[in-house]
Nanobody, 123 residues
Framework: VQLQASGGGLVQAGGSLTLSCVLS????????LAWFRQAPGKDREFVAAVTWSGREIRYSDSVKGRFTLSRFNTDNTRYLQMSNLEPGDTAVYYC?????????????????WGHGTLVTVSS
């Protein structure tokens, strides 16, 4: 599975941004898609994860109520809609995937990774 994340950029605090993750390489019916982020000088942290069907979703406490995972009726793309952004959301965002049905929050559980996309939130 290949993943390509995009959509990062510079936004003011309180603004919104939508990240995309395009997957290719095989069928995805048994795939978990997750987003992680890594701020400068910090460890990579879990943001959100979703089953490919969209029936189960998990968010970190830090983004719950502000970030939303969605698919917009596309077969191979998943989106992370981010609203009410804060300077603390500044990080490189990665999409990752694994086979199975459990929404793990540990990055070591994910096998497939895309290159990151930088999100910068100015105060």
């Amino acid at each position: 599975v290949q993943l390509q994340a995009s959509g990062g950029g510079l936004v003011q605090a309180g603004g919104s941004l939508t990240l995309s993750c395009v997957l290719s390489g095989r069928t995805f019916s048994n795939l978990i898609l997750a987003w992680f982020r890594q701020a400068p000088g910090k460890d990579r942290e879990f943001v959100a994860a979703v089953t490919w069907s969209g029936r189960e979703i998990r968010y970190s406490d830090s983004v719950k109520g502000r970030f939303t995972l969605s698919r917009f009726n596309t077969d191979n793309t998943r989106y992370l809609q981010m609203s009410n952004l804060e300077p603390g959301d500044t990080a490189v965002y990665y999409c990752a995937a694994r086979d199975g049905s459990l929404l793990y929050t540990e990055d070591r559980q994910y096998v497939y990774w895309g290159h990151g996309t930088l999100v910068t939130v100015s105060s």
